[in-house]
């Protein structure tokens, strides 16, 4: 199977309060709170690192997952996300976009 | 309870600032007649400096950020300023007159997806908005660069204040907002001047306006609803903060200066002496604003539209006492409700709810205050 590849979209707002990511789009103003689990997967979406190396690296490392079940979650989890608008995914690695250079905090 | 408001509760458990209102400049190329704002550069933060402000704002993790003046574009610099925002990933909110937004400003509003632009529009008649802006072809340019805005793409909200130079055309701006697929919003509220002037509340309604306006449907939804008398106060509700002034917002003027909330202008620090961060903690005054719950307040505990009441502590303030009534809030409940407040009582205040004036007869013609 191919790597995906995930990126946060430039077109939202997102700033983490307690731990947890707070998003909103800027296309239709919905607000979205993520998880600690999917906090960790927005902040490593840097468009260059496989999601499958997220979830082994970051998820099963910080949580007490099984790595299959939580592959599954997480690839449903972008889908998600994708649909919504406010993340970009790619079978190819995604450059950073411009004019924003910033990271979230 | 919604997601907004179970976000504003974990901020404020969290002691963090979920939204600053910030002030790029106090100039302006219009000279509205109820502005509550000088229009003098008395030493703007530089590029530079609001650079700075706004990386201390995402590191205290503020979410929502509103860009506005004086009139933001009088700075050349304004874009620049929401790139450097955006890419901090704030919520920008931006407050314009629209008069300088032009077909390269809109694409770039656009491009750095602000959230909203609110554009004040005082009527859909020329004679009236700029009678009002005192800038002759201002509704026309501002219409304009709210077109070229839709155009783009970018959310656009009229705001309509409502005062008695144009009561009678609410309805035109929202018919105005329909056709240009924009939001509507009016209010009522006119603030004092920052310098403690109150003669500009003189253009307000008057509590019998306020009767009128708070029983159009069009406006409030279900008038009995809204208009009905108040409940009886319970436990919780003089335990309850009266709003978000200084517990998940603040205010920052173009000079740095900070404010609980932009109408409500009690000194609580400056960003070009002091971190951000170190004023939002520590600051005496942003402290004593938050300790204050409805049980702190003499009058307004005692008054029956307490767990109703939209009384801003910031206009209570500048009448002489943050801890006191604010009147035109008690003139709201009034003209809402015919239940005179506590305050009311007090002061022996009962005004009319009804106008002698023939109606039509209360749009007037208003010189600017000197």
């Known amino acids: 199977m191919s790597p995906l590849y995930i990126a946060r979209s430039v077109a939202v707002a997102a700033r983490s309060l307690d731990g947890e990511m707070m998003i909103m789009s800027a296309k239709d103003s919905t607000l979205f709170t993520l998880n600690p689990v999917g906090t960790v997967i927005w902040q490593s979406a840097d468009g260059q690192t496989p999601l499958a190396e997220i979830v082994e690296q970051k998820i099963c490392a910080q949580f007490t997952v099984d790595p299959e079940e939580a592959t599954r979650d997480a690839e449903c989890f972008v889908n998600d996300l994708a649909n919504h608008g406010i993340l970009l995914i790619s079978g190819e690695p995604i450059s950073p976009a411009k004019p924003l250079n910033g990271g979230p905090r | ?113 602000v959230q909203e632009v609110q554009v004040s529009i005082y009527s859909h008649r020329p004679e009236v908005h700029d009678a009002i802006t005192l800038l002759p072809g201002s509704l026309k340019r501002s219409l304009a660069g709210i077109r070229l805005l839709r155009s783009h793409g970018v959310k656009v909200i009229m705001a309509n204040v409502l005062m008695m ?19 509507f919003t009016n209010d009522p509220t006119i603030t004092p001047m920052m310098d403690g002037n109150r003669s500009v509340l003189q253009l307000g309604l008057g509590v019998p306006q306020l009767h009128e306006v708070f029983r159009k449907s069009d406006l409030v939804g279900d008038v009995d609803e809204f208009c009905a008398p108040p409940p009886p106060v319970n436990d919780g509700t003089f335990d309850a903060y009266p709003c978000s002034a200084g517990h998940t917002l603040c205010y920052i003027s173009p000079y740095g200066d900070v404010f609980p909330c932009v109408q409500f202008p009690l000194p609580s620090g400056n960003v070009r002496r002091q971190k951000f ?16 719950t409805l049980r702190d307040l003499p009058v307004c505990s005692g008054c029956g539209h307490a767990g109703t009441c939209t009384r801003c502590p910031g206009l209570a303030y500048m009448e002489g006492n943050m801890r006191g009534p604010s009147t035109q809030d008690c003139e709201k409940s009034f003209a809402r409700t015919g239940i005179p407040s506590a305050n009311m009582h007090l002061k022996k205040y009962y005004p009319a709810l009804h106008s002698s004036a023939p109606h039509g007869l209360v749009q007037i013609a208003v010189a600017r205050p000197a």
Request: aromatic share 10%.
């Open chain 2, 165 to 183: 130079q144009n009561l009678n055309d609410w309805a035109g701006v929202r018919n105005l907002a329909e056709e240009f697929g924009a939001e």
């Open chain 2, 277 to 292: 961060m170190d004023i939002w903690l520590h600051s005496d005054q942003l402290n004593e604003v938050r300790s204050i």
């Open chain 2, 1 to 113: 309870m919604s997601l907004m408001e179970e976000i504003g509760q974990r901020a404020q458990a969290s002691g963090v600032p979920l939204s600053v209102h910030l002030d790029v400049t106090y100039r302006c190329n219009e000279r509205c007649v109820h502005c509550y704002l000088d229009h003098d550069d008395r030493g703007e933060m530089t590029t530079l400096e609001i650079r700075g402000v706004l990386d201390q704002l995402a590191d205290a993790g503020v979410f929502f950020l509103t860009f506005s003046g004086g009139e933001v574009f009088m700075r050349r610099d304004f874009l620049d300023l929401v790139e450097y925002a955006r890419a901090l990933m704030f919520s920008v909110k931006v407050k314009t007159n629209a008069f300088m937004i032009r077909e390269k400003e809109a694409q770039r509003l656009y491009d750095l997806a």
